[in-house]
C-alpha cells in the first residue's frame, strides 16, 4: 500500500512565522506534489516536484517555497505566514511507472494562522 | 476558464438508490485522464475510479462507474446503491496530455440520507 504522511494534522501558527510542513511517501514515486485546499476552489497546485532537487511552480506559488533533498521527502515552506494562508494543505506523489499517473494524497494539514 | 466544472455543490440522495455527480472538462489535447476522488470528513483524499481518453468502455470500480462522453467533454460519476459512509466531498481531476499535473474542480458535497 501506499503511504503518504505528513508531519502535522493540525497546526497554529502567528503571523510571521516561519512553517515547514513535511510530507514523506514510502513508494519510490518520483512526482511530489504540494496543494492547498480551500472551500468552493478544489485543490489549487503550489509547487510539484519531478526529481530529487527539482522544482516546479505551480498555480499559486506566491508566499510559498519547497524543498526536495531526498527522493521521499518533500517540504513546503511559508517563509512569513500570513492569515490569508489559513487553509487545509494536501501532499501528494505518483509514479511515471503508472500510465494513468494517479496521485495518491496524504491526510492534509491543517493550518491556520493568527 | 475553467478547466473542470462540477456544476452542483451539493446533491441528497436516499441510501440504497443510485446518484450521478456531474463533470465536465475543457481541453484540446487528444490524450488526457479524468479521475474521481472521494474525500470524507478526516479529509485524506481516495482515489475511486480513472477513465483514459483513448478507452473504448467507460471504468468501473464495484459500485462505482464513470460515463464517459467524449463529444460532451463529460465524465460523470455515478454510484449505484448509495450507503451512508458514501457522505463525502467528490473531485473530478482532469490530467492534460502526458503531463503529470491535475487540475481539480471545485468538487461536490454528496449526502445519504437514511
Known amino acids: 500500500d501506499v503511504k503518504v504522511t505528513q508531519s502535522s494534522r493540525y497546526l497554529v501558527k502567528r503571523t510571521g512565522e516561519k512553517v515547514f510542513l513535511e510530507c514523506v511517501q514510502d513508494m519510490d514515486h518520483e512526482n511530489m506534489f504540494w496543494y492547498r485546499q480551500d472551500p468552493g476552489l478544489g485543490l489549487r497546485l503550489i509547487y510539484f516536484s519531478y526529481d530529487v532537487k527539482m522544482k516546479e511552480k505551480g498555480d499559486i506559488p506566491e508566499g510559498y517555497s519547497v524543498s526536495r533533498e531526498k527522493k521521499e521527502r518533500f517540504s513546503l515552506i511559508l517563509e512569513s505566514a500570513s492569515t490569508n494562508q489559513t487553509s487545509m494543505y494536501l501532499c501528494?506523489?505518483?509514479?511515471?511507472?503508472?500510465?494513468?499517473?494517479?496521485?495518491?494524497f496524504g491526510p492534509g494539514t491543517r493550518l491556520t494562522v493568527t | 476558464a475553467q478547466k473542470i466544472t462540477q456544476t452542483q455543490p451539493g446533491m441528497f440522495v436516499q441510501e440504497k438508490e443510485a446518484v450521478t455527480l456531474d463533470c465536465t472538462y475543457d481541453?484540446?489535447?487528444?490524450?488526457?485522464?479524468l479521475f474521481w476522488y472521494k474525500q470524507p470528513s478526516s479529509g485524506e483524499m481516495i482515489f475511486l475510479i480513472y477513465q483514459g481518453s483513448y478507452d473504448q468502455q467507460n471504468a468501473t470500480e464495484g459500485r462505482y462507474s464513470l460515463n464517459f462522453q467524449k463529444a460532451r467533454k463529460s465524465a460523470n460519476l455515478v454510484i449505484s446503491a448509495s450507503q451512508l459512509g458514501d457522505s463525502a466531498m467528490y473531485f473530478c481531476?482532469?490530467?492534460?496530455?502526458?503531463?503529470?499535473?491535475?487540475?481539480f474542480g471545485p468538487g461536490t458535497r454528496l449526502s445519504v440520507l437514511p
Open positions: 501528494a506523489s505518483s509514479s511515471r511507472r503508472q500510465s494513468s499517473y494517479e496521485q495518491y
Open positions: 481531476a482532469m490530467r492534460e496530455g502526458y503531463g503529470q499535473n491535475f487540475v
Open positions: 481541453t484540446s489535447d487528444p490524450s488526457y485522464g
